[in-house]
T-cell receptor, first 109, second 116 residues
Framework: GQNIDQPTEMTATEGAIVQINCTYQ??????LFWYQQHAGEAPTFLSY??LDGLEEKGRFSSFLSRSKGYSYLLLKELQMKDSASYLC??????????WGAGTKLIIKP | ETGVTQTPRHLVMGMTNKKSLKCEQH?????MYWYKQSAKKPLELMFV???????ENNSVPSRFSPECPNSSHLFLHLHTLQPEDSALYLC???????????????FGAGSRLTVL
């Protein structure tokens, strides 16, 4: 079966750096997505990786290794507003999105 | 208005009621989706419409009935629901369905459904 694994919850300190990991086993691969979802709000798109390597976008970076079935989202200079759930999703060979259960990130002062 | 708008934001209904969820997108997208989001579970794809035709129906019980009257609007009609159907129902749209490239989903804020 197809599966996305990510930690259920993580805690980090304001101003610090946190890395949220995502491992996947899917039928084929056509890209990996990260979305952010604040409580009670819509998930919003953060990043898209289709080739191996690091994509940087301001304080957020996303890394992909297709051979390892692995990605991470790196958040730098954490702010209180970064408290949210982070969803990892992989598009398989049929262009279906397979979702992880999300990682709830708690930022403490 | 821009983005994806869902109404109502909150809905409480009994098991014998009939209600509908509404979704509207002003992005000019060709594909629209209904997802179910339950606590600590992955998003579950329920239905997909591409150019107003249903292209996915992932074994969803018949008590959920989708309708896509045009490319900007999507409805989810609900009847004789069960308490386990209580969840957040998210609508999303994307430029196309099953295309290469990012083809990012834009989500609405969801309709929080409680079935008593």
């Amino acid at each position: 079966g197809q599966n996305i694994d990510q930690p259920t919850e993580m805690t980090a300190t304001e101003g610090a750096i946190v890395q949220i990991n995502c491992t996947y086993q899917t039928s084929g691969f056509n890209g990996l997505f990260w979305y952010q979802q604040h409580a009670g709000e819509a998930p919003t798109f953060l990043s898209y990786n289709v080739l191996d390597g690091l994509e940087e976008k301001g304080r957020f970076s996303s890394f992909l290794s297709r051979s390892k079935g692995y990605s991470y989202l790196l958040l730098k200079e954490l702010q209180m507003k970064d408290s949210a759930s982070y969803l990892c999703a992989v598009r398989d060979s049929n262009y279906q999105l397979i979702w992880g259960a999300g990682t709830k990130l708690i930022i403490k002062p | 208005e821009t983005g994806v708008t869902q109404t109502p934001r909150h809905l409480v209904m009994g098991m014998t009621n009939k209600k509908s969820l509404k979704c509207e997108q002003h992005l000019g997208h060709n594909a629209m989706y209904w997802y179910k989001q339950s606590a600590k579970k992955p998003l579950e794809l329920m239905f997909v419409y591409s150019l107003e035709e249903r292209v996915e129906n992932n074994s969803v019980p018949s008590r959920f009935s989708p309708e896509c009257p045009n490319s900007s609007h999507l409805f989810l009609h609900l009847h004789t629901l069960q308490p386990e159907d209580s969840a957040l129902y998210l609508c999303a749209s994307s430029q196309d369905f099953s295309s290469s490239g990012a083809n990012v989903l834009t989500f609405g804020a969801g309709s929080r459904l409680t079935v008593l």
